[in-house]
């Protein structure tokens, strides 16, 4: 209502009225003005009403007389109510009522119905009615028939929330009816309704409307059931639903109350997870970026509180804009403690211009951190954390100098000088926060480092990590010994033993490039600056330190030659030789402080137990499938108890599979033993990967095979190919059940998965086509009714007819892919001739060649291919038996003729050369001619070499002996052989023999110096070359033998 005041004086002592009405309307509170009213001066007002007043009858029913007084004059309105009906809170209206005003209402707003086949009383329809709202008030027999006077009860949702969400903008759809909130059903609960309960609350579009009680159960009744919207209505009260009332009564369960997430107003979207990256808000239908100007950290408090992400550790601005070329044309200027960031004060850019960079945020649970001693926060004492809004101690395992540095740093206090044991310092019985964090000692805060909480077993009473910094607790700064590397740290005084160990405390230990903080290229920080280790000498035990340094379990792996990349600048070690027991890789013993001879081709890296990875094993499909672990060197199943939708979005994201998935609990259990390795994985929003969501500790077998769990993520798909790699036709087609590659029962790749063609008009023309497509020749059987047993899947393909001719089964007509009246019965296969067809390349109107390469080979083939072989083999053997008893015969029979005629003219020239050098005269001794070594034998296998026989001759050659060509002097061997004493390389047994092809090499050993009298080239160690080439002598055209 709005009064305003025409007179020139103020006006006081407003009051109103409602006269008779039949309706009953009165005022529930008195009106409210604030007096005086000024001249000229209007103000708006309210005034609850309610129908507990007196029923007056009125012509027309429906006006309404309105009287407001002041203390001057009262005025007299009249108001028509567009009303024909009496409405009261339960709606069983009183019989006296109703009779008083039935009559009353005009016929043209009275609505009459007839229930058709009726087959029920007038005793049980008004129980039926009765449960969709509607109350009998009388009931009359006229004429024999049952008359109902029946009253409506009408509701309406008056109010919408959403509950026990991360933010405002999602969680579980709550509704107020009769002045108490109740759940919604998920019956038919679709993204329509999610998008009208998302729009009625102003939170943008919907991005999700899940069911089964995602946000958690409700309590109070469930108001709504068989909610359907069409996505355009203003209100969820508008939208199609059964009557309003608590479905608890009828057996409904809060285990299946509607949730919705909407878009919401602000996001931070290209980061790891929702609750961190890139600002981003909500323009009409599209994301647009949020400028950095004046950006504080106060509005990043109030985004990640919005969000339900913690609060914020950092922001970064001038960031490049992720994908948008808009920016939001205003800033934001947030005090910190508003709800919401729209609430924010806002201001236009400064000239309309807003600035060309974008802003990041970091949002976390872990928010701040303290050590306490006595319950007052010091330099010293145990760890603690603010997460999730309660300060909680951390465990002690698994926690090193390195998170101890970090602490100290962050506070204030210096650096970590001790990380003692014991329970010293703890008190108070609080929650123990098991999660392991993972610091290299080079993060600004504790967040920052990396951080496992998978599989990690509850932390026992008193266990908490305890840290001890180098400034006090009155500010007193303790002296740190100065550094000498040029000391060894495991020797010398207690000072130096002091200084040598505060000196390792301030080195720091990573892993680079592994994908995980327990994997990786082991790098050292060392007077300021990174460097690498070199593989030199290692071995697990080097690796054993680095991962136990690193709270990272034992080392699985010592990785060399730059197994995860190399690196860059200083290698600080080399030749390291740990024991395995050392607390720090840098007290192994080395050649000290960058010295090496290496590059960074040979960087050292480790794989610890604690190395986690995720992978999802399907035979058919990607982004989906049973999802599994490598913990300790093993992959293990997943188990799925407690996996809700959060988990299975951080999984997908996780592997690139896209923002969320869901569980398929009908698929069948595998079979056969493996690792279960964990169960009972439970992620938060604020968790980026999987392995900083907390679960029970890792077993071998944390559940049933019924238990594991198959994920299908958004973003799964069918494999294109059956294997990684791209592939065509021929690898789509496969042949399986025959006893050789080329025989089987015809399966092809469709959508994913193999399955088998049906044997309808199957004929030799599909066969040929299918092992010409395999590269197996020809067809020689087409195969029905299953012949190599029956497949399962799909059957793809039936009434497949084909020319003979195609290149690809797939050319062929057939029915449309998967449509057929067969069983796996009537599974179609083939047997191919097993050629298999090297493909050349040929040009247009070129007759392909013959069948140049053969593949497999049938049984029968196989036979004759051995015996043939055999046969060749004896034939071989005699043919150079005969050859070397010829060859034998005919040697001693002309060895005179080949020496008088083609020999001896060379040696005589040769002895009268070695006589000069000598210094004698005469003829070649016959002692010398028999150390010559010679040659007999003409077959084409290897022939014997045969020594001289002393000072015996032999007898003159047969008539029948071929002439021969010139017989070489062999070339005397290197000295340095006969000198040594050694033998030559190719001697073996005196003679060797090799063969290449058609020629037969022969080359015959040189006895050493021991042995003078064997050779007439040598003298006291001197050494003569007669200059001689080789020279081949061909003997009854058999092989060529070849002297050296």
Known sequence: MNFTNKTLQHVTHFAIRFNKNSFGVIRSTPLAIHAPLMPNQSIDGSLPLNTLGPVMKTEPLYNLQVPVKNYIYVFYFSCLIPLNALFVEDGKMKHRVFLATWKDIPSENE???????????????????QYNNVYMIAKRNVEGQDALYQSLKLTDVTELRLMNGGHRCEGRVEVKCQGEWGTVYDYKWYMKAADVVCRQLECGPAVDAPRAARFGSGVGPIWLVNTVCKGTESTLSDCDHFPIQDYREQGASHSWDAGVVCSGFVRLAGGDGPCL?????????????????????????VICAELGCGKAVSFLQDVSFRESDRVWPKEFQCKGHEPELRFCHKESCPGGACHRGAVQVFCSVY????????????????????????????????????????????????????TPEGAYFVEGGGEIWKARFHCSGAESFLWNCPVTALGIPDCTHGNT????????????????????????????????????????????????????????????????????????SWDLSDAHVVCRQLGCGEALNATVSAHFGEGSDRIWLDDLKCTGKESHIWKCP???????????????????????????????????GWLEVFYNGTWGSVCHSLMADITLSIICRQLGCGDSGTLNSSIVPREGSRLRWVDRIQCQKTDSFLWQCPSDPWRYNSCSSREEAYVSCAGARPKSCPTAAPCTDKEKLRLRGGDTMCSGRVEVWHEGSWGTVCDDSWSLAEAEVVCQQLGCGSALEALQEAAFGPGNGSIWLDEVQCMGRESSLWDCAAEPWGQNNCKHEEDAGVRCSGGRRLLLPTTAGTRPGPNLVRGNFSLSEMLCLILGALLFLVLVILVTQTYRWRAKHRALSSFEDVLDEAVYEEIDYLVTTKEDLLGSTGALSDDSVTKLPYYTGDGEDNSDFRSAPGTQRTEAPSEDYDSAEEVPVPVAPPASWMSKGEVPPEEENGVTASQTGSSVQFSRGVAGSGKEAASPWLLQGEEVDPGYDDVELNALGTSTMVFP
């Open 465 to 536: 990590a305890l840290v001890i910094c180098s400034v006090s607790a009155g500010n007193q700064t303790q002296v740190l010994p100065q550094c000498n590397d040029s000391v060894s740290e495991s020797a010398g005084s207690a000072a130096s033993q002091e200084s040598a160990a505060t000196c390792s405390d301030r080195r720091q230990l990573r892993l680079v490039d592994g994908g995980s903080p327990c994997a990786g290229r082991v790098e050292i920080l060392h007077q300021g600056s990174w460097g690498t280790i070199c593989d030199d």
């Open 111 to 129: 609505l009459q119905l007839q229930i058709k086949e009726c087959h029920l009383n007038a005793d049980t329809v008004p129980s039926k009615l």
């Open 590 to 624: 080395s050649r000290g402080w960058g010295q090496h001879d290496c590059r960074h081709k040979e960087d050292a890296g480790v794989i610890c137990s604690d190395f986690l990875k995720l992978r999802m094993v399907s035979e058919d499909q990607e982004c989906a």
């Open 367 to 418: 928010t701040e951190v303290r050590l306490m001693k006595n319950g007052i926060s010091q330099c010293e004492g145990q760890v603690e954390m603010h997460i999730s809004g309660q300060w909680k101690m951390l465990c002690a395992s698994h926690w090193n100098m390195a998170n101890a540095n970090v602490v100290c740093q962050q506070l204030g206090c210096g650096v970590a000088i001790s």
């Open 277 to 301: 990256g890139q600002v981003e808000v909500r323009s009409g239908k599209d994301w647009v970026p949020l400028s950095d100007g004046n950006f504080t950290l106060l509005t990043a408090q």
